[in-house]
């Protein structure tokens, strides 16, 4: 063993490698994106790493190398899940050789999301066994116990840290090289008895699965991450019920008091009852502190119920934890304070302090998607228009001023919506936008019923060439693989026009004058058709020099700033200004400005 | 023996490698550490920040209200955003260039700092206010604030180690062309 820095999603990573892992696949999302890039950038001879094209794509490929008994994992964020829940609910009566090992990432807050759901639900309406880990070193060590429990009940089991531990960084314990497993998949054996899911066997799973269960909760009543710690108050009849990182803030709640007893669930299904009723032995009252859905509290009523325990539970179902948001240390301790009858506590007593600018995310300076969205705005001025969104970073177009952003929903929806409102306001002009990735995960289906069922839309491909809101993935339009392969780039034209779109043209966004006329253009057409606006990732190509302002022809009309909102433009003692930091020389205000007042190089300083 | 920092600042200003450079450093002296930032959308021009806990018997990498024992603001706002989190008697070194949101501009308000850093001062009198700006342009690079603000902050005396040590871990972690640059920012003191 050794001690290593590591983030929490790296721990995960490493955690697996350690366990013999073979192949992972997965699709990126915040807050799980970090375990799949560290396995690719750790990754030796056996292991082999792709992004999927999307959750479901990773969740299938790995039932198949599962089957082939190698040892597999599959990353993705929580509302990843929904998509891959078809397969996996499936592959949960089929069952695995190899250990697979799911990884959804939770997000409380939400911080990067559509929802709060909570996967341990997931884990169980699907009847899979779910790890919940509190910390680094846990979520490090508890991987590793996921793959060995999947192998021994042959089941794919769920990993479900949430966005603290997935980001939080801290030194642990590391195993050497020579104390890792390596691990030789046997390959696929032909079995359609057990591969090919029917009724039949779907029944005979489903008794075994709930047998399994009930064996798996005795097991992890005894699994050392499932914690009772006894209290250090004497005569204490209270108790908290805690998992993941709430865990830490109630032990940071605790520390140097006398405490009350703690019970920390890290496998929330198949729930440790034998643990629990140990747990709850003599208690009056349980406070439980958890974050998303109040998992712990239900199943502790229920076993309060079921076997006629006098302990009152409390929690988010008896409002004396917050329903809704992430915990922290501070809302931990206010609840522990309140529960235990200690005094709050103390908030800071400073005067407040003078109002603070707003930082909200917005497009980055030099983004063509702000092109892209400026153009369709001009391009459809004084037209009863609408604008379906999508997942990515072109979701921060519904920002001010651009305000381009009507409707948005889950990943590939904006195709589809504007299709249905369509079809209630057939004189709407109806767009939607989707970034490249997002295009190839979940919007081509949407395509296809467009132009299936006759639909009168616009689709508006934003390609920067990257998945550039999780950090800059590669993708099927990218021509590049996570194995470092080079390969044939998937055309996103030519995927339209394979499906039947027959209008499709590319246009450079930040050619204004060019773009604005090529939404008019295709937009007069009937029927389903398609602009790709392609114009890479402004973070991802070498900015140009930053333009600059000509003071004798700038009339402070600030329609540059009010039309595009761009984080280069700026206001220094009440003028117009360039913030040099940030400009990338893209142009796009050189082109709105009417006085030409704003250039590049050949522009009169 | 615990320390609790808390780096703040604007999206891209390197407060990452900042707090990876810290918890270098506390790994080679075998010091436990514990960090948490913000990370995803926040990061485009937004609020980020990063809590870093040094020494024993730590559950998580955040900390309540109150507790930091030294915060570094990389932006005025941001530190005054941050500043409940200072326990009594905590130390503050602030860089006193603003970074003007995209809303101030569109509503043509004209934030300056100013407002921000008499509040610091009035509420942390020995709060080190340090010309972030005016520094990198001495230096001759804007992409130094980050080591300039570290180097500060080691000089405050909170961290348990010297600006040498945190040198040595950045020859470690930062390619080589950029060392020269880095040790001056590192060493980099407001002179007069």
Known sequence: MHKEFLMGNAAIARGAMAAGLNRVAGYTGTPSTEVLETAAR?????????????????????????????????????VGLNVASDPLMSLAYIGVKGGMVILVADDPGPISSQTEQDTRHFASFSKLPCFDPSSVQEAYDMIQDAFAYSEQYRTPVLFRPTTRVCHGYASIEVKDPEECEVHAPEGFVRDPSKWVIFPRLSYQAHLSIEKRNTELSGVFSEYAHNLVIPETAPDCRRGIATHGISYTYTMEALSGRQAPRVMKVSTPFPFPEQAA??????????????????????????LCGKHHLPTRILGKLTGHVRAAGENSCASAAADIAAFMGWEAPAGTETAPPPPLPVRPPVLCAGCPHRASFFAVKEAMKGKKSVFCGDIGCYTLGNAMPLDMVDTCLCMGAGVNITQGIGRIEPDTHCFAFVGDSTFFASAITGAVNAVYNQADMTLVVFDNSTTAMTGHQPHPGTGRTMMGEVVEKVSIEAVLRGVGVTAVETADPLQLQEAVECVRRVDAQPGVKAIIFKSPCAVLIKSGKPVSIDPAKCTQCKRCIRSLGCPGLVLRDGRVAIEQSLCTGCGLCAQVCPFTAIGGDDHAE | MQNNLLICGVGGQG??????????????RDIPVMSAETIGMAQKGGSVFSFLRLGEGMYCPMFPEGSADLIIGFEPAEAVRMLPYLKKGGKVVVNTHPIMPVTATLKGSDYTGREMLSYLTEHVPDAVLLDGDAACREIGSPKVLNMIMLGAAVRCGV??????????????TVKEQFHALNSRALHYEKRG
Not at chain 2, 161 to 168: G, L
Request: with cysteine; charged share 25%; glycine share 4%.
């Open chain 1, 42 to 78: 750790c990754r030796q001879d056996a292991l082999y790493v792709e992004w999927s094209v999307n959750e479901k794509a990773a969740l299938e490929l790995g039932a198949g190398a599962a089957y082939c008994a190698a040892r597999t994992m599959v990353t993705m964020k929580q």
């Open chain 1, 277 to 302: 009723l140990r747990f709850l032995e003599g208690l009056d009252e349980v406070l439980c502190i958890e974050e998303l859905d109040p998992v712990i509290e239900r199943e502790l009523t229920y």
């Open chain 2, 15 to 28: 407060i990452v490698l900042t707090s990876k450079l810290i918890a270098g450093t506390a790994m080679h």
């Open chain 2, 159 to 172: 961290l348990p180690f010297s600006v040498e040590e945190i040198e040595e871990t950045m020859r470690r």
